[in-house]
């Protein structure tokens, strides 16, 4: 089982980044997807989540309105759009794949996850 996170990088106070996660070697079509990210020194916090078929899309208050999670089950893939970025947004973004059907924002409701990509926002 592999999911693999890429797409993050330095960006400027307001600009945009998207986040891709591929996935290999299990169904991920009849996963949860989750997002994830942990800052130096910090836990690792809940970003976003969507359901198996594209519903239940859910966000944490720091994502709302800025933040959008997709996936596209036929390319094995997960999406997440940042926009509006800003410095406190600076972290490690995991992706991670559960096989409950209900989107969680706990970490123990996912079995898989990825190695994680740096996103660095500069002010």
């Known amino acids: 089982v592999q999911l693999q996170a890429s797409g993050g990088g330095l960006v400027q106070a307001g600009g945009s980044l998207r986040l891709s996660c591929a996935a290999s070697?299990?169904?991920?079509?009849?996963?949860?997807i989750g997002w994830f990210r942990q800052a130096p020194g910090k836990e690792r916090d809940f970003v976003a989540g969507?359901?198996?078929?594209?519903?239940?899309?859910t966000y944490a208050t720091s994502a709302k309105g800025r933040f959008t999670v997709s996936r596209e089950n036929a390319e094995k893939r997960a999406y997440l759009h940042m926009r509006n970025l800003k410095p406190e947004d600076t972290a490690v973004y995991f992706c991670?794949?559960?096989?409950?059907?209900?989107?969680?924002?706990?970490?123990?409701?996912?079995?898989?996850w990825g190695q994680g990509t740096q996103v660095t926002v500069s002010s």
């Open positions: 070697d299990f169904t991920f079509s009849t996963y949860t």
């Open positions: 969507l359901g198996w078929n594209g519903d239940q899309e």
């Open positions: 991670a794949a559960g096989p409950s059907y209900w989107v969680a924002s706990s970490r123990t409701m996912y079995d898989y």
